[in-house]
C-alpha cells in the first residue's frame, strides 16, 4: 500500500528559509498535499501541487515535486515563530477521492 | 459558511461508556470523512460517506464503531464500550466529489477515556 515518510524534527532562525521533505510511493497520485496543524488544533490546508507542475508558489510557500524520485518538498520563505508547528503532506490512495494517506509529520521549530 | 465544526471539542470518559461526535461539513460539500490521530501521528482514515452513502471502511474501525450520515449533511461517530485505547484525536473533514479537490478538517475532537 501507498506510504508517506516525513523526517520527524525542523529547527531554523526565524527569518531564514526552511525546507521540509516529504517521500511518498504511488507513482499515479495526480495530487499531493500539505497541512499544517498547531497544538490542539485539526488540519489546515497549506497549499497543494497537480502532478503534470514541478513548482507552484504561494506567497512565502514553494512547493516542489520531482515526480521521478517520488520527492515532495515545502519550502517556507522568511520563516516566523508563527509558523511553528507540525506539517503533514498526504497523497490520496487510489487516486478516487477517498481516503488521504498521511505522513508521521514534521515538527518545525522557529527560534527568534 | 465559517468551516467543518465538531462536537464536543473535548469529552473525557470512563472506560466501558459509549460516546458520540458530531461533524457538520462545509454546507456544499458532498464527502465526509473520519479520521483519527494519536500522539505524534499523522491522521489514520476511518471512514468516508459521499452524501449518506458510507463508502469506505477502514479496518481500524472495528465494531465497536459505527459511523452515520442520514440525510447527507451532518455525522456521527459512535463508539462503543470505550477502552482506553480509543483516546485519540477524532478528526472529521470535507470535500467536494471530485477528484484532486482537496480535504477541509474541522477542529477535532480530543476523547481521553480513563
Known amino acids: 500500500g501507498e506510504d508517506v515518510e516525513q523526517s520527524l524534527f525542523l529547527s531554523v532562525r526565524e527569518g531564514d528559509s526552511s525546507v521540509i521533505n516529504c517521500t511518498y510511493t504511488d507513482s499515479s497520485s495526480t495530487y499531493l498535499y500539505w497541512y499544517k496543524q498547531e497544538p490542539g488544533a485539526g488540519l489546515q490546508l497549506l497549499t497543494y501541487?497537480?502532478?503534470?507542475?514541478d513548482m507552484k508558489q504561494d506567497q512565502r510557500l514553494t512547493v516542489l515535486l520531482n515526480k521521478k524520485d517520488k520527492h515532495l518538498s515545502l519550502r517556507i520563505a522568511d520563516t516566523q515563530t508563527g509558523d511553528s508547528a507540525i506539517y503533514f503532506c498526504?497523497?490520496?490512495?487510489?487516486?478516487?477521492?477517498?481516503?488521504?494517506?498521511f505522513g508521521q509529520g514534521t515538527e518545525l521549530s522557529v527560534k527568534p | 459558511d465559517t468551516g467543518v465544526s465538531q462536537d464536543p471539542r473535548h469529552k473525557i470518559t470512563k472506560r466501558g461508556q459509549n460516546v458520540t461526535f458530531r461533524c457538520d461539513p462545509i454546507s456544499e460539500h458532498n464527502r465526509l470523512y473520519w479520521y483519527r490521530q494519536t500522539l505524534g501521528q499523522g491522521p489514520e482514515f476511518l471512514t468516508y460517506f459521499q452524501n449518506e452513502a458510507q463508502l469506505e471502511k477502514s479496518r481500524l474501525l472495528s465494531d465497536r464503531f459505527s459511523a452515520e450520515r442520514p440525510k447527507g449533511s451532518f455525522s456521527t461517530l459512535e463508539i462503543q464500550r470505550t477502552e482506553q485505547g480509543d483516546s485519540a484525536m477524532y478528526l472529521c473533514?470535507?470535500?467536494?466529489?471530485?477528484?484532486?479537490?482537496?480535504?477541509?478538517f474541522g477542529p477535532g475532537t480530543r476523547l481521553t477515556v480513563l
Open positions: 498526504a497523497e490520496p490512495e487510489y487516486n478516487q477521492g477517498g481516503k488521504l494517506i
Open positions: 473533514a470535507s470535500s467536494l466529489a471530485v477528484s484532486g479537490e482537496p480535504q477541509y
Open positions: 501541487i497537480f502532478s503534470n507542475m
